[in-house]
């Protein structure tokens, strides 16, 4: 055998007379972000040439061939050609197709507190107007100029419904400006002779009726929702998203520059620094915010669903408009994301306290696969790799991205797909950049799944469940403007938008904006830092004796084993192949210590160190630096707030207060709340824990509907009048005004089936009774769930009184604990890693 392999233990490359054979370890040691090294030295062989392709399954081809590309570029624009005449067809002039039924949708009437279609359905043929730019894409500069005049002789906003604001800008603003662009510019092909502004016409139109939103309010964010013939309703919410308020400045603005009425440019601008203005010392804003009082009302900072968009048209209004304050603002804000709300892996971005960067929940949702994409545009390739491989596996894994995903629990826990393009638009964006072939097998997989899954009569459908694949009818109009038009561009290499070199961008939408240089205006910010740079750096990869592709990148498996994708079983290894475990560095994770009590000070002594390491007396308010041995057997504290402890030294404990907090935890019982939608097949999990009292939940509930009483939202009041109500249900009730025995007394004297307690913060504990007394004496369950699982109950049971959940048990171990180890000795266990170079002595000798 005339080969040999050096290789991290993730990944191993035998070579035997010609063959190479590919194993990947089940067992990924924990949060490696450790950098895995690769180098195999093959006698006369080619190694890129050699390596299989094993991430893909389902007849996804490993080599995207010429001939193989142009199908699928083929294949792209018929699904949305098969969608979009169908839609002519069947719904046309109303909004949206439904794709089973071959019937057409408009807002509900009915209903119009039916906001999930309300906010979108307007009456004015959205998904006429959402796919006008497609044509420009698919180069039909017939179906182009037809869908134009449909628009200018069928659409009118005279209607008296009540859409959401942001909605109505990225989806109809939007496309409206971009046709109008496309159709004057003689520098694409796409002018049209006779056109006489029309859609430009309509767009001022539409913006003075959106307008409204940005009016009456204190600090010039903009109301949600507004009534496109009446203005802002009396009974409007004073409650709006981040990117619900912050997504304008691109279609406002160029609205502004095109009609020379700057109302609506200063309205954007006014509610995108608005919301800046307001964040936090992190420099990371919230998810809702209060219009009139500039108050955060939801905390949580993320990259998904309700800030997206906020950082998207940061940096896309600098590309735009070329004004430098908009990437001087994207600038601090992406640092606040990548120190504070990426995870120490590097791969996944979560929801964190905006005011201290805490990790208030476990899951990610399928908006923020957008986020790898805007990566690109800021020029941070690696990063951007690096998290689009955990949306690839999310895909591979079911074959569509979920609404709502668990890291934690590495399962699913909203699971819709309604055919979103974030995915496909990062992957689109980083073949751009990168040109690397294994984006093209990306798209591949997704357009054969959306083929195979969604394809119906009439449409495409979206996904109602990724376990039981089952549809729903309803093709949302972003499917045609924003999802298959990134496929056909992944696939169209020579498509002119992939070749443009000028200040064009496409919205959160899709839209594709090309200004005219005569529009834009001289940057506020006349002196560009010599130690800035502003033109991103070409993609370089790597050396071809190591990886030549995503595919074959060491840390590749470590982003399937983030989502608990299970690979294809591979053939047993020869035994004379071997595996020699290179040095890496070591992972760095650093733990903080709350003080319990703030204002109060530090003993004096505190710490003190000696020359066998440091002792500590208190680890109130400490932050200590933990990083994994070198013979990977757990972990060593090797700094303690600035204090280093070198190889060999101890960082003894004396702190007496964490034996009382640590050393009696054992295995606590939770509950799985979950809360079912149209079908048992289609639920979401909360977690919630158990309270000590009353009966323990052993096996799942029947199921029952879910209640709450405005009148006693707290549950301590007597619920006597409502008993009728309550019997046999289960009580939704808010912490707080009495204790959880008070609480679980009235529900149970009014006949409720269990408690369930929304928490006023994210941390669950165990409720406790009043008394040793009081266990005996309750009959129903007490669960305790976290503020952010309490708020989106609460908005279901605002939306509907036929909520159905069951309580079901879990058992979860404890992540901080101290135990005894072989030789009886006290054992440190920090988030699950268990700590070497402590010593306990809560003695204090």
């Given at each position: 055998?005339?080969?040999?392999?050096?290789?991290a233990?993730?990944?191993?490359?035998?070579?035997?007379?010609?063959?190479?054979?590919?194993?990947?370890?089940?067992?990924?040691?924990?949060?490696?972000?450790?950098?895995?090294?690769?180098?195999?030295?093959?006698?006369?062989?080619?190694?890129?040439?050699?390596?299989?392709t094993l991430?893909?399954?389902?007849?996804?081809?490993?080599?995207?061939?010429?001939?193989?590309?142009?199908?699928?570029?083929?294949?792209?624009?018929?699904?949305?050609?098969?969608?979009?005449?169908?839609?002519?067809?069947?719904?046309?002039?109303?909004?949206?197709?439904?794709?089973?039924?071959?019937?057409?949708?408009g807002?509900?009437?009915k209903?119009?507190?039916?906001?999930?279609?309300?906010?979108?359905?307007?009456?004015?043929?959205?998904t006429?107007?959402?796919?006008?730019?497609?044509?420009?894409?698919?180069?039909?500069?017939?179906?182009?100029?037809?869908?134009?005049?449909?628009?200018?002789?069928?659409?009118?906003f005279?209607?008296?419904?009540?859409?959401?604001?942001?909605?109505?800008?990225?989806?109809?603003?939007?496309?409206?400006?971009?046709?109008?662009?496309?159709?004057?510019?003689?520098?694409?092909?796409?002018?049209?002779?006779?056109?006489?502004?029309?859609?430009?016409?309509?767009?001022?139109?539409?913006?003075?009726?959106?307008?409204?939103?940005?009016?009456?309010?204190?600090?010039?964010?903009?109301?949600?929702?507004?009534?496109?013939?009446?203005?802002?309703?009396?009974?409007?919410t004073?409650?709006?998203?981040?990117?619900?308020?912050?997504?304008?400045?691109?279609?406002?603005?160029?609205?502004?520059?095109?009609?020379?009425?700057?109302?609506?440019?200063?309205?954007?601008?006014?509610?995108?620094?608005?919301?800046?203005?307001?964040?936090?010392?992190?420099?990371?804003?919230?998810?809702?915010?209060?219009?009139?009082?500039?108050?955060?009302?939801?905390?949580?900072?993320?990259?998904?669903?309700?800030?997206?968009?906020?950082?998207?048209?940061?940096?896309?209004?600098?590309v735009?408009?070329?004004?430098t304050?908009?990437l001087?603002?994207?600038?601090?804000?992406?640092?606040?994301?990548?120190?504070?709300?990426?995870?120490?892996?590097?791969?996944?971005?979560?929801?964190?306290?905006?005011?201290?960067?805490?990790?208030?929940?476990?899951?990610?949702?399928?908006?923020?696969?957008?986020?790898?994409g805007?990566?690109?545009?800021?020029?941070?390739?690696?990063?951007?790799?690096?998290?689009?491989?955990?949306?690839?596996?999310?895909?591979?894994?079911y074959?569509?991205?979920p609404?709502?995903?668990?890291?934690?629990?590495?399962?699913?826990?909203?699971?819709?797909?309604?055919?979103?393009?974030?995915?496909?638009?990062?992957?689109?964006?980083l073949y751009?950049?990168?040109?690397?072939?294994?984006?093209?097998?990306?798209?591949?997989?997704?357009?054969?799944?959306?083929?195979?899954?969604?394809?119906?009569?009439?449409?495409?459908?979206?996904?109602?469940?990724?376990?039981?694949?089952?549809?729903?009818?309803?093709?949302?109009?972003?499917?045609?403007?924003?999802?298959?038009?990134?496929?056909?561009?992944?696939?169209?290499?020579?498509?002119?938008?992939?070749?443009?070199?000028?200040n064009?961008?496409?919205?959160?939408e899709?839209?594709?904006?090309?200004?005219?240089?005569?529009?834009?205006?001289?940057?506020?910010?006349?002196?560009i830092?010599k130690?800035?740079?502003?033109?991103?750096?070409?993609?370089?990869?790597?050396?071809?004796?190591?990886?030549?592709?995503?595919?074959?990148?060491?840390?590749?498996?470590?982003?399937?084993?983030?989502?608990?994708?299970?690979?294809?079983?591979?053939?047993?290894?020869?035994?004379?192949?071997?595996?020699?475990?290179?040095?890496?560095?070591?992972?760095?994770?650093?733990?903080?210590?709350?003080?319990?009590?703030?204002?109060?000070?530090?003993?004096?002594?505190?710490?003190?160190?000696?020359?066998?390491?440091?002792i500590?007396?208190?680890l109130?308010?400490?932050?200590?630096?933990?990083?994994?041995?070198?013979?990977?057997?757990?972990?060593?504290?090797?700094?303690?707030?600035?204090?280093?402890?070198?190889?060999?030294?101890?960082?003894?404990?004396?702190?007496?207060?964490?034996?009382?907090?640590?050393?009696?935890?054992?295995?606590?019982?939770?509950?799985?709340?979950?809360?079912?939608?149209?079908?048992?097949?289609?639920?979401?999990?909360?977690?919630?824990?158990?309270?000590?009292?009353?009966?323990q939940?052993?096996?799942?509930?029947?199921?029952?509907?879910?209640?709450?009483?405005?009148?006693?939202?707290?549950?301590?009041?007597?619920?006597?009048?409502?008993?009728?109500?309550?019997?046999?249900?289960?009580?939704?009730?808010?912490r707080?005004?009495?204790?959880?025995v008070?609480?679980v007394?009235?529900?149970?004297?009014?006949?409720?089936?269990?408690?369930?307690?929304?928490?006023?913060?994210?941390?669950?504990?165990?409720?406790?009774?009043?008394?040793?007394?009081d266990?005996?004496?309750?009959?129903i369950?007490?669960?305790?769930?976290?503020?952010?699982?309490?708020?989106?109950?609460?908005?279901?049971?605002s939306?509907?009184?036929?909520?159905?959940?069951?309580?079901?048990?879990?058992?979860?171990?404890?992540?901080?604990?101290?135990?005894?180890?072989?030789?009886?000795?006290?054992?440190?266990?920090?988030?699950?890693?268990?700590?070497?170079?402590?010593?306990?002595?809560?003695?204090?000798?």
């Open positions: 055998m005339n080969a040999y392999c050096f290789i233990p993730i990944k191993c490359y035998y070579v035997l007379e010609n063959q190479i054979m590919f194993y990947s370890k089940a067992m990924l040691l924990l949060a490696s972000q450790c950098i895995l090294l690769l180098f195999c030295w093959i006698w006369n062989l080619s190694f890129s040439s050699l390596v299989p991430m893909f399954s389902r007849g996804v081809s490993a080599i995207i061939t010429e001939k193989r590309r142009i199908e699928l570029r083929n294949l792209s624009k018929e699904m949305f050609y098969h969608g979009f005449n169908n839609y002519m067809k069947y719904a046309f002039p109303e909004d949206e197709l439904d794709p089973i039924n071959c019937v057409g949708r807002s509900d009437k209903n119009p507190n039916n906001i999930l279609i309300n906010d979108v359905l307007g009456d004015f043929s959205l006429l107007i959402d796919s006008l730019d497609s044509f420009v894409v698919f180069n039909d500069k017939v179906e182009f100029e037809t869908a134009v005049r449909n628009v200018i002789k069928h659409v009118s005279d209607q008296n419904n009540r859409v959401q604001v942001f909605e109505a800008n990225i989806r109809v603003l939007g496309a409206l400006l971009s046709a109008h662009l496309f159709a004057t510019d003689s520098r694409f092909g796409f002018k049209i002779e006779g056109y006489n502004n029309e859609l430009l016409d309509l767009a001022y139109d539409l913006g003075q009726r959106l307008l409204p939103a940005f009016q009456n309010t204190n600090t010039g964010i903009p109301y949600a929702r507004v009534n496109l013939k009446h203005g802002v309703m009396n009974s409007e004073d409650e709006t998203c981040t990117a619900g308020a912050g997504t304008f400045i691109l279609e406002f603005g160029v609205l502004s520059r095109l009609k020379n009425d700057t109302r609506f440019e200063e309205a954007a601008r006014r509610a995108l620094f608005g919301l800046w203005d307001r964040r936090t010392d992190l420099d990371l804003v919230g998810n809702v915010i209060n219009i009139q009082t500039g108050q955060w009302i939801h905390t949580a900072s993320s990259t998904g669903a309700g800030i997206d968009s906020f950082y998207e048209y940061l940096i896309k209004a600098y735009l408009f070329g004004e304050e908009y001087d603002i994207f600038n601090e804000a992406y640092a606040a994301i990548l120190k504070y709300v990426r995870d120490e892996s590097g791969y996944l971005y979560r929801n964190v306290n905006m005011m201290n960067g805490g990790l208030m929940s476990s899951w990610i949702d399928s908006l923020s696969a957008f986020f790898p805007l990566q690109v545009f800021s020029g941070d390739l690696d990063t951007a790799i690096k998290s689009h491989l955990f949306y690839f596996n999310i895909w591979r894994k074959r569509a991205i609404e709502r995903f668990n890291f934690y629990l590495k399962n699913v826990e909203i699971s819709s797909y309604p055919l979103r393009p974030e995915f496909i638009e990062s992957t689109y964006l751009q950049a990168t040109k690397d072939p294994f984006y093209l097998q990306v798209g591949e997989m997704v357009l054969q799944d959306l083929e195979s899954i969604s394809r119906v009569k009439c449409g495409y459908a979206s996904i109602k469940n990724v376990f039981t694949k089952k549809l729903d009818d309803r093709m949302e109009s972003f499917a045609l403007s924003e999802t298959f038009k990134y496929l056909y561009l992944l696939f169209d290499t020579d498509n002119f938008l992939n070749k443009l070199d000028d064009f961008v496409f919205t959160t899709a839209h594709i904006i090309p200004l005219p240089v005569q529009y834009l205006k001289k940057s506020k910010r006349d002196i830092p130690t800035e740079n502003l033109t991103c750096q070409a993609y370089q990869k790597k050396p071809t004796q190591f990886a030549a592709s995503i595919t074959n990148r060491p840390d590749a498996d470590f982003a399937r084993e983030l989502v608990g994708l299970e690979e294809i079983s591979l053939p047993p290894l020869d035994p004379h192949g071997y595996c020699e475990v290179p040095e890496t560095d070591p992972l760095i994770i650093s733990i903080g210590f709350t003080n319990s009590d703030p204002d109060s000070q530090r003993p004096f002594q505190q710490l003190v160190q000696y020359f066998n390491g440091i500590a007396n208190s109130s308010g400490l932050k200590l630096e933990l990083t994994r041995r070198a013979d990977r057997k757990g972990y060593d504290v090797t700094k303690v707030d600035d204090m280093r402890i070198l190889p060999g030294q101890i960082f003894e404990i004396r702190d007496p207060a964490i034996k009382q907090t640590w050393i009696k935890q054992q295995k606590y019982e939770t509950s799985i709340v979950r809360v079912f939608h149209d079908s048992h097949e289609d639920y979401s999990d909360y977690i919630g824990a158990m309270a000590s009292f009353g009966p939940i052993t096996e799942a509930l029947p199921i029952s509907y879910l209640i709450k009483i405005p009148l006693s939202s707290n549950g301590c009041k007597s619920f006597k009048a409502e008993e009728n109500i309550i019997k046999d249900k289960i009580l939704f009730v808010k707080g005004g009495c204790t959880f008070e609480k007394s009235n529900a149970q004297a009014a006949g409720a089936k269990a408690l369930l307690v929304a928490s006023d913060d994210n941390v669950l504990f165990r409720p406790v009774p009043s008394s040793e007394n266990e005996s004496i309750y009959s369950p007490c669960i305790l769930i976290t503020n952010e699982s309490g708020m989106e109950l609460d908005k279901l049971l939306k509907s009184s036929d909520v159905r959940i069951t309580l079901m048990p879990d058992i979860r171990e404890p992540s901080t604990y101290i135990s005894n180890d072989s030789n009886n000795e006290l054992l440190l266990v920090i988030h699950g890693r268990i700590i070497r170079n402590v010593r306990l002595n809560f003695n204090g000798q």
